[in-house]
């Protein structure tokens, strides 16, 4: 079984497209299950998964409640996912047809751990170079929107996303699979939500990121970068 984990806050607006759509576009649903981590909303995300678990049997729906924060929802899904691969999925991201077997097909060839290639719902010129340099390797390329495949014992190898950092817990996870040379990029595309960026700025919201690395490699603390980041980007 594949254990498909996304973390959920104030998502009642599409929270049900994705869900719909992780059933029709997947190979062979009954081989998943969909653990949806809450983080705390105050909307109706929480009820609708509830009703929408209840209106179908596969995927297996399960929806939980954690403490805020998506490395710590993200990690508390491990906690009570039964998949021996786990599936880390973002509430805007959405896979490739047959995402499942695309999964299953690059475990079994040797890769436990990768991504997908990753468009932009967006036609702005920048967001389609964006999203064009995901196709390399590259770990400069990654990122949590992209997903993130990982078989449960190379991810319990690694130790798992780390909830002490309140930011990039994605790419934190990434870095040490890297190190490993663990890391595969299957040539399939999926499509992330740019509404950050255009509510934003697209290239305002860009320079912001690139801020951020450079205060990184500079050695500032991660409670610095992290009020920077809520003070600029979210």
């Known amino acids: 079984m594949t254990s498909i984990i996304i973390p959920v806050l104030n998502e009642e607006a599409s929270i049900l497209k994705l869900l719909l ?35 179908i049997h596969k995927p297996i729906i399960k929806i939980y409640s954690s403490e805020k924060g998506r490395g710590k929802q993200l990690q508390h899904g491990t906690t009570v996912a039964t998949g021996e691969l786990l599936y880390f999925l973002h509430a805007d991201s959405y896979p490739p047809r047959n995402y499942d077997a695309h999964i299953a097909k ?17 036609w702005h010129p920048w967001l389609i170079i964006i999203g064009w340099f995901t196709r390399f390797s590259w770990k400069a390329c990654r990122g949590g929107d992209q997903s993130q495949y990982i078989t449960r014992d190379l991810y319990n190898e690694i130790g798992g996303y780390n909830t002490q950092i309140p930011i990039y817990e994605d790419y934190d996870l990434i870095t040490r699979l890297y190190e490993r040379g663990h890391y595969h ?4 595309w999926l499509k992330t939500s740019a509404r950050r960026y255009h509510k934003k700025g697209v290239f305002r919201l860009q320079w912001f990121y690139i801020m951020i690395y450079w205060k990184k490699y500079k050695g500032a603390s991660i409670d610095e970068i992290y009020q920077y980041y809520l003070s600029k980007c979210s």
């Open 21 to 55: 759509y992780l059933k029709e576009y997947a190979q062979n649903a009954n081989s998943l299950e969909v653990i949806l981590v809450d983080g705390g909303s105050t909307d109706g995300t929480v009820p609708l998964i509830t009703d929408f678990a209840l209106a």
């Open 106 to 122: 690059a475990v079994k060839e040797g890769n436990p751990a990768g991504c997908f290639r990753m468009k932009f719902e967006s």
């Open 185 to 188: 990029v299957i040539p399939k």
